[in-house]
């Protein structure tokens, strides 16, 4: 890490007095926090690989068939008609994510987010595989090119390409499903020109963000971190440094020669600046909260160490709110969380509703293109076309009829139907003419066809209006 980083709050960690970007390259670092960390993201890789391969039904748990415009969520089938419940799914994750940061600050960042458990557990582990711990890592990016530097680099970056490309494929096995994925991996790119395009481009930029954007995704794209300020106070749990003990920073062991003197009065904090060379985004945490803190908790079990080598009480840095660090009293439940709990709750009513009643079938009515009536001997005809779609997971047989009873009075509806049965797969759809005939002289303005659709015992009855020319 270049000696140029401000340590104040003035300025951003990853960016030298100079104004030139600053590459952090955290030291290894070891703790009850790192453990966990190590199993959770691992935990959060394997359920992202293994979800494709899960069947429910006869689709995958997850499956976004963009050709078909369906989407399968855990043995529900929705179509593009049903994209607004991504609105209820969205605003679901957005209200857990600004309760979870009301709590307890960012701990998505640090332990559940993309960004970071890819970083921290593929992309950094093969470069401390390759290029050694960290000073080694410093000293090799300042050194002259040679034959070892540039096999070292060569090994590395391929390494990291084949692990994008890895992570890629996952990804497209979503839209794609293993099925179809496989052999288009296996052929030749001219005959799946759009799914190559798609990997090569998101290959190449997980390849860029993991070698050389790295945490500038988290401090200037990202919108959350920015958040922090609103969605946080006083009682949210953060990472924190507790300046009452630490403050004045000093080495208490008395040097030979100090026998009898007085020495001066110093914290806990020896100040051997290891929470800071073992941070990811580079920053002091000493200097209180910043916007590039992640959560990730590397400094707590680096200070922890050191801590514990020194015979001294840990938690010097630790998960505590402001209060708390202050030696005040924190609330955990105050007002903000009723109101945001309280926005959660009615997002999820509304979902939970719209899912219940949600029909397992869709009918429309479509008037056929052209004339909306035709006037022939005597007599009015509508056409029209019903849409029939099946919105279920399993297949339909649709069947559609007219019922003599709903006549209007004084109307003479003869409606011919060609097909009055059609079997439908899961999340089909295909339209069935109708005609709709009625004498001239009983037509009325208003009037309207009704007419019936049954699927596995369940009915729908659409309306259709019934036009003809001006009465005079």
Not at 322 to 351: C, M, N
Request: glycine share 6%; charged share 20%.
């Amino acid at each position: 890490m270049s000696k140029d980083v401000p340590k104040t709050l003035d300025h951003l960690g990853v960016i030298n007095t100079d104004g030139s970007r600053n590459h952090p390259c955290p030291a290894d670092v070891d703790g009850r926090f790192t453990k966990a960390r190590f199993w959770s993201r691992w935990a959060l890789i394997a359920f992202f690989a293994v979800l494709p391969w899960i069947q429910i039904g006869d689709h995958p748990a997850v499956f976004i068939d963009i050709p078909r415009r369906s989407f399968f969520l855990f043995g529900f089938a929705f179509n593009a008609q049903d994209f607004f419940f991504f609105f209820f799914f969205l605003s679901g994750l957005g209200f857990a994510l600004i309760v979870i940061s009301a709590l307890f600050g960012r701990l998505w960042c640090g332990w559940a987010c993309p960004q970071t458990v890819f970083l921290e557990a593929v992309f950094r582990p093969i470069e401390r595989w390759i290029d050694g711990p960290r000073n080694k890592q410093l000293r090799m990016r300042d050194a002259p090119w040679t034959t070892e530097k540039v096999l070292r680099r060569a090994a590395k970056h391929a390494f990291w390409i084949v692990m994008a490309f890895a992570i890629t494929h996952i990804f497209l096995a979503y839209f794609i499903s293993l099925e179809r994925l496989w052999p288009m991996m296996l052929s030749s790119p001219t005959e799946n020109w759009t799914a190559f395009l798609w990997m090569s481009v998101i290959t190449g930029v997980l390849y860029f963000n993991f070698w050389w954007f790295r945490e500038q995704l988290c401090i200037v794209i990202c919108p959350y971190g920015r958040m922090q300020s609103a969605l946080q106070d006083d009682n949210t749990y953060i990472i924190g440094y507790d300046e009452l003990r630490g403050e004045p920073r000093g080495k208490k062991k008395a040097k030979k020669g100090d026998e009898g003197k007085a020495l001066p009065v110093v914290g806990d904090c020896v100040d051997c600046n290891k929470c800071v060379t073992v941070c990811p985004t580079g920053i002091d945490i000493r200097n209180g909260l910043q916007l590039e803190c992640i959560g990730c908790a590397n400094c707590i079990d680096a200070c922890d160490d050191v801590m514990s080598k020194l015979g001294r009480k840990p938690g010097l840095i630790r998960y505590d709110t402001r209060h708390g660090l202050d030696g005040e009293r924190s609330e955990f439940v105050r007002p903000r969380l009723f109101y945001y709990l309280a926005a959660g709750l009615l997002g999820l009513t509304v979902a939970t509703f719209w899912i219940t009643t949600r029909h397992s079938f869709e009918a429309n009515v479509l008037r056929v293109q052209g004339a909306p009536y035709v006037v022939e001997n005597a007599r009015v005809t509508n056409r029209y076309m019903l849409h029939l779609v099946n919105k279920g997971n399993e297949q339909r047989t649709f069947k559609v009829f007219f019922k003599a009873e709903d006549q209007e009075l004084g109307s003479g509806f003869a409606v011919t139907i060609p097909i009055k049965e059609v079997t439908l797969e899961a999340l089909a759809s295909q339209q069935v003419p109708v005609v709709v005939e009625e004498p001239q002289l009983l037509y009325k303005k208003g009037q309207q066809v009704r007419l019936h659709v049954t699927a596995n015992d369940r009915e729908r009855v659409v309306f259709a209006p019934f036009l003809g020319p001006q009465q005079k």
